[in-house]
């Protein structure tokens, strides 16, 4: 989308960010620290500038650590059971004199002249005299000035991350304001004709900017503040002004560049004419058209437009230096990683880095990776991934037998809770998968669409707990449960068998492969046309209608082989109808594709027409099933088959529309 | 210190946690959440309270996805190189013609009657004919309506932690403003007699309230809002005046209870007044006077006033509730830990559960955990330690064999980057720390004061990077080499035998244990008086003097075997000098006993009387050392001679007085 101009002479992304970082070191870039003083009170997380000496010690007295009487040891010496000491009781503020004490409470100044404290508990009272039974020795229950901070002492190194306990070590050691690091600047300059700020301005041909609020919240998490900045519009004088302002108030500053090809050089010209142009290009996907520059000795980087484009870049290029130029630690080794196969194949270009991203979940021991969608347009594909795999520029992709490692997103839910859930998509699944997170907060539920029969294929594979399936044997004229026993034989528990129990364990304690079929829900697939249904579409043979534009969704899905089936008992053939050839995923899109007008009819389930507010003409009710792989004690089964059966769940999916959910939760019998 | 009251029916620390959370539970407390609506541009880390659907679809219109042109596919059928085929240009805002296209930008609108794009690069211009020699798929290069994500589909679901990822995402969909849960507001009333705000008010007797502040750093960063309270004076009517105002405001309460036992008692009564007491006691070391209540179906803690016991039990009780509460992952299963074996066996108590504080590091590829200072009352103990090992409740202690987990606090810094300095103390040696950070950021210093013969000990068990050691042979007259040639015989690399290379592997690249000792500097050591020396105090013979009171360091420690030598010398006895059995750990606590008038002498360095104004008297010079355990490839090990080579640390060093440098980092030959 670039054109193939100068970038295309790519580093690889580790040359590129060390010849980055190197020149920012030579230039001393993360030594010229700008400090400010904070409150100790309010500098949690912030990084101190220099190492921080106690003003006073702690305790800054001599006290009782003990409730009881303050004495001076050696008039205790002798004291034993059968030969007790008696000591004088003096009052508060009476000098001291031998073989007297004061009474004491923990906390208190130890008072001249005593120098330890016997707890209460050991101190007989006896005519107003204090009895002793045991030598103290010296300095005992005494908290001595000191003993814990010595004055002068370093309280905090130069260059730490101050936590809470650290503030309250300074308090005590009579720190109440300290030096840390400035947080760095960053400006962000979004810069395109076609970007607008706000929903109202956006139109057709207008993208909004996500990216400038994405990036300001990225980096308000490594610890850099944001500066936003207006949009840029397309003229080398506009962004040239924009970045010698952005310099003059920042420590750093981010170019948004934008998509098209003009544009991005034009980005490159002026940061190379204003500074120094280190990178321009990086072999990997996404982010290749990324620009690295110094200009006035700070860092300047032009991410591509795209928002999974930038964010990438932004975090492989710009996390690093925005932590050090604040002497955080790099996070980057510290963050989780797990390791894991994929569950199919992905190409990748030799001599290109890609950041695949990834669902990830644990099937029977295993961890496995689905990549979801990789355009590099896509915003959901980092909100729905939980991981990314990287794969090495060297290699032509990734097979499914070579574990990779993967670097989490969203670390606090670990992939052993995650439920992968492959196969036909439906919203009824999705709802699914916050009802179950309700009842097990650890637990959350992933889908990749890849279509029924892919779902089938995930649970063959050992790869997917779920299988998301509405497929019609047109022989038995049954939904599912023979494409199941077709394909994964010997998959499904037998429960009717009395000799196959129901914990489904063997007697000899060994788990078998004891997958269910379980009912969701029958749907009402039909036709979705625009509000009003202006075409006038009733049936399957109005598609054929010259200047009528339809759309498809794609092969394998359960839909599109409802849809071959219903064309070919109509004797309809797929390329008399305008747009059988346009595939989509999923019925939303399918939808979307009839509200925007691209299309004029599509089949999909009533959900999807009703959720836009479109027309839908009935064709066939299907049966949604879930296909289950769960080891037969494992709570989330229970927990599923639990959710399908309450009230609360099947309204709130009918309510969706042309969803009967009447025997959700049922296990569809083995025949 | 809290006198044996009805607390010591001690709860184990897992039954207390079940008891306080199973009752949390019961009242709904993790249901009831109130929300808050915020700007999605500022919602990073917030939860969100429900899920979260698209108001719009992304992209929001059908546009091109490259530069190019916008045709109808069909009119490119048929097109090859042999064959090209050549369209109209048409103008913009012209009505579509069959055979014609349209000039069209990325992220243009795809104008009506268009349905594909092909590539700039791909299209020959000829006589303002587009000229293309192949044909375009339908859709090709087509951004679709929907693509990313559509509308009504789910954008985030309800409790998920939001990313940056997750505001680009919602605000492309059309979403600005969410409903987040509210952060937990928690009130902190401190309370106690002797505890005072600032500074200001700081005198004997008094203790700052540290806990607060802390706390709420501690709160911050669990996500909840801290509310802190006015110092609450210890009379029943406050207290309970208090904590029905903080009830009134706050989702949770926290009363700091100070350390006298009738208070605590006190607490404990109130809020059984105010609701219910659960659990009055827990067998746990630090923080075993914790009280966990509910009233009027809020959780109220109290809390042990100690701040180390303060911090901990705050972790164990209070950080899961706060985050449940707002439905954050639970964090305690991620945090990071490692494995490591003690450096000393440790006692522990019986039926009693404790969080010792360690030092971590690896030596010789092998993980130990050097304890810090036990007391509770020593905020210092959770400063300088970089973990907490918990031993077991069943466990009479830890001895040095059993590897067991340790929870790291400062995560940022891994264990195998700790250098771990066992033996005597020296400010010097917390100098070449921070020196050390400056050139390798990742690595830390962490001090054990164990005195020289501790060091000697550690190295030889091969639990220590570094000794610093002061030990006069007698016999030869000779410092530190004697001893470690007699502890540790083999351990110092023979520099000068010519077949035992510098790099100190032998020929068959095993390594060998290939230590050094280092000159660090000539100390003085003397007697540290208070300013003006007003008890005319000249010599060892002095500290006889009836009535005068001085303050020893530890046995071990070099300073205590230089004073026994000394008095040797002088033919003075240890009991004939009053305080002889007093002992301190540090130069800097003999210091401050000396500030405080608790002793009027102390043998120390000269830096230590120098910190805090003193005077001093000298009375020997010796030689400090390094005993150096680094493998010879190390790099930390070349850092540390470097540094002591460089003018800047000898001259900062010097300045502190008594200190000669002027052989620091040459090497200590063997003889």
Avoid at 613 to 622: K, R, T
């Amino acid at each position: 989308m670039l054109g193939n101009k100068s970038y295309l002479h790519c580093l690889q992304r580790q040359q590129a960010q060390e010849r980055w970082w190197q020149k920012l070191d030579e230039q001393g870039y993360f030594e010229q620290l700008p400090c400010e003083t904070v409150a100790v009170e309010f500098s949690l997380g912030r990084i101190t500038a220099g190492s921080v000496f106690a003003r006073q010690s702690v305790p800054h007295y001599n006290g009782a650590a003990m409730d009881g009487i303050a004495l001076c040891a050696h008039d205790s010496f002798g004291a034993q059971e059968t030969a007790p000491k008696r000591l004088r009781l003096l009052q508060p503020g009476e000098p001291f004199a031998a073989g007297g004490c004061y009474a004491i409470d923990t906390g208190d100044v130890l008072p001249n002249g005593t120098n330890a404290v016997i707890m209460i508990e050991d101190v007989h009272w006896a005519d107003g005299m204090a009895e002793i039974i045991a030598a103290a020795a010296p300095w005992q229950h005494v908290r001595i000035i000191g003993e814990d901070i010595v004055a002068r002492e370093m309280v905090i190194a130069e260059h730490e991350v101050i936590t809470s306990a650290d503030i309250a070590a300074l308090l005590a050691a009579g720190v109440e304001a300290i030096e840390v690091i400035q947080r760095p600047k960053v400006a962000i300059i979004p810069t395109g004709d076609e970007i607008v700020a706000s929903r109202e301005e956006l139109q057709a041909g207008k993208i909004l900017d996500i990216n400038s609020p994405m990036l300001a919240a990225a980096l308000t998490s490594w610890g850099a503040t944001a500066l936003r900045r207006p949009i840029v519009k397309d003229e080398r004088r506009c962004i040239v002004e924009a970045m010698e302002a952005a310099l003059r108030e920042s420590d750093m500053v981010i170019v948004i560049a934008g998509t098209s090809a003009g544009r991005d050089d034009y980005t490159a010209d002026v940061l190379s004419e204003l500074g120094e142009v280190l990178v321009h290009g990086v072999a990997m996907k996404p982010g290749k058209p990324v620009i690295l520059a110094v200009c006035q000795g700070k860092p300047v980087i032009g991410l591509p437009g795209y928002p999974v484009s930038a964010m990438l870049t932004a975090e492989l290029f710009l996390r690093d230096v925005a932590q050090a130029r604040q002497k955080l630690p790099l996070t980057a080794t510290s963050e989780e990683t797990v390791t894991a196969s994929l569950v199919k194949p992905v190409p990748s270009t030799i001599g290109m880095e890609e950041y695949l991203r990834v669902s990830v979940g644990q099937v029977e021991g295993k961890t496995i990776a689905v990549p979801v969608r990789r355009g590099a347009g896509l915003i959901s594909s980092l909100t729905k991934a939980q991981g990314i795999m990287r794969i090495d520029a060297a290699d032509a992709g990734v097979n499914t037998s070579t574990p990779l490692p993967i670097r989490l997103l969203r670390h606090a839910r670990p992939a052993q809770h995650t439920i992968l859930a492959v196969g036909s998509h439906d919203l009824a699944l999705e709802i699914l998968g916050v009802y179950l997170r309700r009842r097990m907060p650890h637990v959350s539920l992933s889908c990749a669409n890849v279509g029924s029969m892919g779902g089938i294929m995930a649970i063959r594979n050992h790869e997917a707990h779920i299988a998301g399936i509405h497929m019609l044997d047109e022989a038995t004229g049954q939904y599912n449960l023979p494409f199941v026993q077709r394909y994964v034989p010997g998959f499904l528990a037998d429960l009717t068998d009395p000799t196959n129990p129901m914990d489904l364990t063997n007697p000899t304690g060994q788990t078998e492969r004891t997958g269910r079929l379980i009912h969701l829900a029958l749907r009402q697939q039909g036709l979705i046309v625009p509000p009003g249904n202006p075409l006038g579409i009733h049936s399957l043979a109005d598609l054929t209608r010259p200047g009528l534009t339809f759309v498809n969704r794609q092969r394998g899905s359960g839909t599109r082989m409802l849809l071959d089936k219903e064309l070919g008992k109509a004797n309809i053939d797929g390329c008399q109808i305008n747009g059988y050839e346009k595939e989509v995923a999923t019925h939303m899109a399918v939808a979307a594709s009839v509200l925007s007008g691209t299309a004029d009819a599509g089949l999909g389930v009533q959900a999807a027409a009703q959720a836009l507010g479109l027309a839908f003409i009935p064709i066939a009710q299907e049966q949604y099933d879930l296909l289950l792989n769960f080891s037969p004690d494992d709570e989330r089964l229970q927990a599923i088959i639990e959710i399908l059966h309450t009230m609360e769940f099947r309204r709130e999916i009918e309510a969706l529309g042309g969803y009967s959910l009447c025997k959700a939760g049922e296990t569809v019998q083995v025949q």
